[in-house]
């Protein structure tokens, strides 16, 4: 176990996860339990941010998100499982750390930047929408976390957050947080079922590690392939083809992916048959994550009491901080 | 006691309360502690938003103006006096209103406008400066307060937390906030010594409620008058004649003053004999209040346990309402 490192990872609880979550984090965390203290967050402060409106599609997916983390293997004996909205701490943290941050600092984070106009909010952002950055820096100095698997898009997040951090421990003449360095992921993004290029539950076009196996026929059979690929016959193309995309991710058998690619550019190989390879090899990955998930699924008051349990740890670490934290501004009133 | 209404009120421990405040709302506060439940908040975290490099300062003054408090009469039996930064639920109940709230909405808040103009930010404001009225209505209404004793330069900040109020309640569906009535002060604003519109401690121009007797004599005799009347023998204007103001505001002996008055636009009352006569009424006013305050500084630990109590009191209260805030937004997870 490496002790120095602290991971602090998480989702937003807005939808069940998917094969993207899987191949680009989930997966990755079943292995770095092993070797790192991993703290997991449900994010669902931050999820209620865009979806304030909304309460209670967050409130539902804490638990499908919960299950899935467990379905895919993530061990609460290893990695710990947390509810933000739980711990008070980050709210205390994120209001100091509001004050370290200019307002146009914020609005020059090109990540948020993206954001707010995808979601079309111009000048009339939420407050809490612009500042996510900040709560996110809480969300992992809270834990001392050190180590935060990111894609590209997180990178500014990560750049914000180590502002704050020296900012902090430069005003308040302290050692008190640790920078954080960025874990990049080894895999690329995964594109969605029809060929865009990213998986997500609102463009509908998403295969969920929840979906039952004639469902993932169904999503697979659907697939966006070559569309100049009318007969079997025809050479086919690769480049794009998201359907051998998704072999090169989680088929294992390497040379039978090689041996398909080929034969597809050649002609002579059936959208049908490449797609029922990916069926095979799709069902396989998820049938243990499916019989584990509704094994857990039977008793969710279990899974709960797993939620509880992490948080709980969670707050104990997470007052630690605050104590020093309080200590390095002089807020100590009780010393 | 009018159990109906729940007042909060406070203030920013930057400095020790002189006169203005003492007219301003202390002298109030004594009184309303009779008729209503009456909070009153050591806002260390507000005083950190364009103070956050300087916390020593913020420290010292929980102390000194718990002194003032205690010493003008407010009585811990009656008011609850607490330390914000010790009751977390403030901040979590902030970082929840930041969503029902747009940036452009904050900055269009004249109060702050104002103050960020003063300040110099620009474009350059902290975001925990810019979002302080969101953290003024967690401050209100996580005590589920109902009257707040406000000049006309509050009105707009309590507008605000009435917003975010009626959004609460109307986006979650439920009447858990109440809404927030202005207590308009019934004294106008006291001028400095210097005859500026403000006394404050930062324009040097302030009449310490600690001040010891001599300094009052050496601050009164430095005082505005009227600067045509040379000789005791000219008529004297009273209109921005400070002496006269502060005899308005402090001395009970009305018709004394109005005398005075008479006598000084006549001609032939000296500056000093004004000013004498009010040396006499504010350290009839102060030397209780200096002998309240020298008891209690004698025992500091005392103070603080007073403040402990209080802010004790007041999370069980802040966590009764967050309670109903997170079964409202379906954040209740553990039923």
Chains 1, 2 share one sequence.
């Not at 090899?281 to 992490?310: C, H, Q, W």
């Amino acid at each position: 176990m490496n002790q120095d490192k602290v991971i602090l990872t998480g989702d937003r609880p807005t939808g069940p996860l998917h094969l993207g979550h899987y191949i680009g984090s989930l997966a990755n965390r079943v292995i770095l339990q092993d070797t790192y203290k991993q703290f997991i967050l449900l994010a669902d402060m931050q999820a209620l941010t865009d979806n304030y409106d909304n309460p209670l599609k967050v409130r539902a997916n804490i638990l499908e998100v919960a299950l899935d983390y467990l379905a895919v293997g993530i061990d609460p004996k290893k990695s710990t499982i947390c509810i933000q909205s739980m711990i008070p701490q980050i709210a205390e943290l994120a209001i100091i750390y509001l004050n370290l941050v200019t307002i146009s600092r914020l609005k020059r984070n090109p990540t948020v930047k993206t954001e707010i106009k995808q979601k079309g909010y111009g000048e009339n952002v939420p407050a809490g929408f612009l500042i996510y950055p900040v709560h996110q820096a809480a969300d992992i100095t809270v834990v001392k976390g050190t180590l935060v698997p990111a894609g590209e898009d997180q990178l500014p997040i990560l750049e914000q957050a180590n502002e704050i951090v020296r900012s902090f421990n430069r005003i308040y003449n302290c050692s008190v947080l640790p920078e954080i360095e960025a874990m990049m992921s080894p895999v690329s993004r995964l594109p969605g079922l029809d060929g865009k290029a990213k998986m997500s539950k609102s463009l509908g076009n998403a295969l969920f590690l929840s979906d039952p196996e004639d469902l993932v026929v169904k999503k697979v059979m659907s697939m966006y392939t070559d569309p100049d690929h009318i007969h079997a016959t025809d050479p086919g193309k690769i480049k794009g083809n998201v359907v051998f995309t998704y072999l090169d991710a989680f088929d294992s058998d390497k040379n039978l992916v090689s041996q398909m690619k080929e034969h597809y550019q050649r002609g002579g190989l059936g959208d049908v048959i490449v797609k029922k390879r990916l069926i095979e090899v799709l069902n396989n990955l998820l049938e243990p994550i499916r019989a584990r998930r509704s094994e857990y699924a039977k008793d969710p008051s279990t899974v709960m009491k797993i939620l509880f349990e992490g948080t709980e740890k969670t707050c104990k670490i997470a007052e630690d901080t605050m104590k020093e934290v309080r200590a390095a501004m002089y807020l100590d009133y009780h010393t």
